[in-house]
């Protein structure tokens, strides 16, 4: 009986298993080219043939051995893209579209069952400016922060947000609650959300790129270098404001010492913002930043949970999935804390 190697996929044994989660965490954790992630596994699975032993005791755990791949096998270039995240700009853009439309989705099932009559007219405002409101969230806004231009990503964020008011603000005004000019049914808005999950993954990534990093890779000059560094540091790595200057003032008086310049000196902005950010700290940033994430939103449903129990008129399920969604935004938000802690 032939025992079946890690990195092959027929039936799912031990050795499958440890295969599937090292191409998961190459592949969605790290980036990693698909070529790149195919020899890998190739390779696995052929140690592990000629040994005879299993994968996690040549290799280690999967995601340990993702993490030296992606430092040690992936072109350096391509590194540099990655954000304290482990994706690209195109990365951010394309799952944050696809996202979108599933939220857009969800809150028109959700609009449509909740048993208010609103108009034509209503519904497509609160649709359209629904849905520009959350593909900037979860698209536009991401994608300008890894292409480190977060202060360009916060104008986009409150551009959307002012828009989403507005539309919230005429949708609710009598005079278009009332109009009845055009039929536009409720579940018509979930074409808004379709047509979001269609475009991100439609967008070649070259065109993501050009779009919100246009001047990736590009030379430049000294003061262009260093303010780029700064960008870079804060906005694709997550580094505080401070400590990014920090950074930025030390390379800017190692270039006065030396007298020469900062491509010359230091190389392609990119990889050296890349070189100053990586190791250990970059797993405790995305913890981070992921711990934040759950604390806003456990804030947000608590908020919503007793707002819909002090008000009279709400009924049925929704202060339930309130609290059980504010329940698990808490457990996540303490499984990070530990595991930042255990760091």
């Known amino acids: 009986m032939t025992k079946t ?18 191409e998961l965490e190459l592949t969605l954790v790290h980036s990693v080219p698909r070529e790149l992630v195919n020899r890998v596994l190739a390779e696995v699975a052929e140690a592990v043939t000629e040994t005879e032993q299993p994968a996690e005791e040549l290799f280690g755990p999967a995601e340990e051995y993702a993490a030296v791949v992606a430092t040690e096998r992936v072109d350096v270039r391509h590194r540099s893209a990655l954000d304290f995240e482990g994706r690209t700009t195109a990365t951010h853009f394309r799952q944050g579209m696809v996202a979108g439309s599933i939220a857009v989705l969800i809150m028109t099932v959700a609009g449509t069952f909740s048993g208010e009559e ?10 359209l400016s629904t849905s520009v409101f959350v593909a900037v969230g979860f698209a536009v806004f991401p994608a300008l922060r890894a292409a480190g231009r977060t202060r360009t990503a916060w104008l986009h964020g409150a551009g959307a947000g002012v828009i989403a008011a507005i539309g919230v603000y005429l949708a609710a005004l009598p005079a278009i609650r009332d109009a009845h000019a055009f039929p536009f049914p409720p579940f ?17 990534a070259r065109v993501v790129n050009r779009w919100f990093s246009p001047g990736e890779g590009r030379r430049l000059d000294d003061e262009q270098w260093l303010r780029r560094l700064g960008e870079l540091l804060h906005g694709r ?13 030390e390379a800017r008086e190692h270039l006065a010492a030396t ?4 491509q010359q000196e230091l190389g392609q902005v990119e990889v050296y ?3 100053l950010t990586d ?10 930043h992921r711990l934040l994430g759950a604390l806003s939103g456990t804030a947000v449903f608590a908020v919503l949970f007793t707002l819909t129990l002090l008000d009279p008129d709400s009924s049925g399920a929704a202060p ?13 938000a303490v499984t990070l804390l530990r595991k930042m802690r255990a760091r």
């Open 188 to 204: 018509a808005a979930a074409g808004c959300g379709l047509l979001l999950g269609a475009l991100g993954p439609a967008v070649p």
């Open 5 to 22: 190697a890690a990195g092959t996929r027929p039936g799912h044994s031990d050795r499958d298993a440890w295969a599937d989660k090292l």
């Open 320 to 332: 339930w999935v309130h609290a059980v969604l504010f329940a698990c935004s808490s457990a996540l």
């Open 279 to 288: 190791g250990p700290g970059r797993d405790v940033q995305r913890i981070r």
């Open 259 to 262: 007298g020469r310049g900062a």
């Open 273 to 275: 913002a890349m070189d």
């Open 118 to 127: 609103l108009s034509g007219a209503s519904t497509l405002l609160l649709a």
């Open 237 to 249: 790595h997550g580094l505080p404001l401070r400590t990014a200057q920090q950074h930025v003032t």
